[in-house]
């Protein structure tokens, strides 16, 4: 309850972003989370793709500083707060601010899709095999309750197992914990976290571990590929930077393009930038490259999910279309 609790306190507290905006401000502010969820991000950041997309229309001399924030609550604040332009938390992050938002002076909408990749879920409990061998001895990590795609992934395979009137029957077992946090907690042993709801790479370096199984892939609950993470930002900001936010567009997919033709350097820029010592080049080769991941700008099921999310009450309006929560240079491709 607390992811949403201050998420509610946020949206009532923070000051309406258009004071704090300026037209086509010279420093763009992105910030980005743990994991390949963010190579994109973090190709744009390296090979300076929005930089040179500004220059290209019209807008020599941009700066963008970039920033990690473990968890939607710490981005949601720095967004809603105008100290932020751009974000990047899961979907179901997306709905819930468009939600509170739309028709405010503080209305949130996604830019772009980020990417689809499943979260899947990994225990070192042996007699966990599904999720109906879960027990009140059981601890499941993941990166914020209630709210995010994690925590509406095991609600909705809770639903799906023993009924919607059930849906929550596993909420009590989850603890909001950033995925590295998470990974070092299962895989130590000693803490009581025995699962982790997973997203890439973090279950990769799970399920190579002796001792630890995966219980469920996300895409077995939503019937295929879904969007994972989204680019939001607010409209103030949106329309007061116009040329930003298409320069940061562009960067996001010709960042997609690079990391598909070159996997190889897309990796060399992930380990460097994240600093992460557990894997190695023709590791993240592979994982690029599985078919459970797509960079991509279309969103996918973000709709799959906000209905279940009005159909358990989290959000007070249900969209009428994906396209309602994107803005408007971001329709015109074939999402769900």
């Known amino acids: 309850m607390l992811g949403r609790r201050v998420l509610g306190l946020s949206l009532l507290a923070s000051p309406f972003v258009s004071q704090r905006v300026r037209a086509e401000d010279a420093v763009v502010r992105i910030s980005k989370q743990y994991g390949l969820g963010y190579m994109s991000m973090m190709v744009m950041e390296h090979e300076h793709l929005v930089e040179r997309h500004a220059a290209k229309l019209g807008l020599p001399g941009v700066r963008t500083e970039w920033s990690v924030l473990g968890g939607p609550t710490p981005q949601i604040d720095a967004l809603l707060a105008g100290q932020i332009g751009f974000i990047g938390p899961g979907s179901t992050t997306l709905a819930t ?30 007699a966990v095999r599904s999720i109906a061998d879960l027990t009140e001895k059981d601890k499941i990590a993941l990166p914020g309750v209630k709210i995010t795609g994690h925590a509406l992934t095991l609600e909705m395979a809770a639903a799906r197992q023993w009924g919607f009137e059930h849906y929550d029957r596993l909420d009590s077992l989850t603890i909001t914990l950033a995925h590295p946090d998470a990974m070092a907690a299962l895989l130590g042993g000693q803490s009581e976290i025995d699962c982790h709801l997973a997203s ?3 279950y990769y370096y799970e399920q190579a571990a002796p001792g630890v199984h995966q219980v469920f892939k996300s895409y077995d609950v939503t019937g295929g590929m879904h969007t994972n993470g989204v680019v939001l930002t607010s409209k103030a900001y949106h329309d007061a930077n116009p040329r930003l936010s298409a320069a940061v567009l562009a960067a996001q997919q010709e960042a997609n393009d690079f990391i598909r033709a070159n996997p190889r350097q897309a990796a060399e820029i992930y380990l460097a930038m994240t600093g992460d010592k557990m894997g190695s080049v023709e590791q993240l080769v592979g994982w690029v490259a599985d078919p459970d991941v797509v960079y991509t700008t279309v969103p996918m099921k973000v709709m799959d999910f906000a209905a279940f999310m009005h159909k358990v009450g989290r959000l007070k309006r249900q969209p009428d279309s994906w396209k309602d929560m994107f803005f408007e240079e971001s329709q015109g491709v074939a999402g769900s």
């Open 200 to 202: 890439s790479p973090f």
């Open 97 to 126: 601010l468009w939600d509170k938002t739309a028709g405010t002076g503080r209305e949130i909408r996604a830019l772009s899709a980020l990417q689809s990749m499943p979260f899947v879920l990994m225990t070192r409990n042996p």
